[in-house]
């Protein structure tokens, strides 16, 4: 460990986290929402090419109204796991 890294603090979830502890986990779960939907529009953007017309739209219907509003909704204290992406059929192009 280099003199500039700190040694992770272990976290007692007995005691109320500090506001300086809720803002970065704030940020880090804004970064990771934006991050997460930024991967999932870069794979659609692939699989436009692969994916049946069907598939590809089904998948467009769950970005549009699931992922992106819990991109966008309040990165609060609790963690809010993304939702899942629907099933696709084994058929393609």
Same mark, same amino acid.
């Given at each position: 460990m280099t003199s500039k890294q700190?040694?992770?603090r272990p976290v007692d979830f007995?005691?109320?986290?500090?506001a300086e502890d809720r803002a970065q986990w704030r940020q880090q779960e804004?970064?990771?929402?934006?991050?997460?939907?930024? %991967?999932f529009s870069?794979?659609? /953007? !692939? +699989?436009r %090419? !692969?994916? /049946?017309?069907a598939s590809w739209m089904k998948l467009a219907r769950?970005? /549009?109204d699931q992922l992106t509003p819990w991109r966008y909704s309040d990165a609060s204290w609790e963690i809010d796991?993304?939702?899942?992406?629907?099933? +696709?059929s084994k058929g393609g192009k």
């Open positions: 700190m040694a992770p007995n005691i109320p986290p500090s804004i970064d990771f929402r934006r991050g997460y939907s930024h %991967g870069e794979a659609m /953007d !692939v +699989l %090419g !692969v994916c /049946d017309e769950f970005f /549009d796991e993304p939702p899942r992406a629907p099933r +696709l």
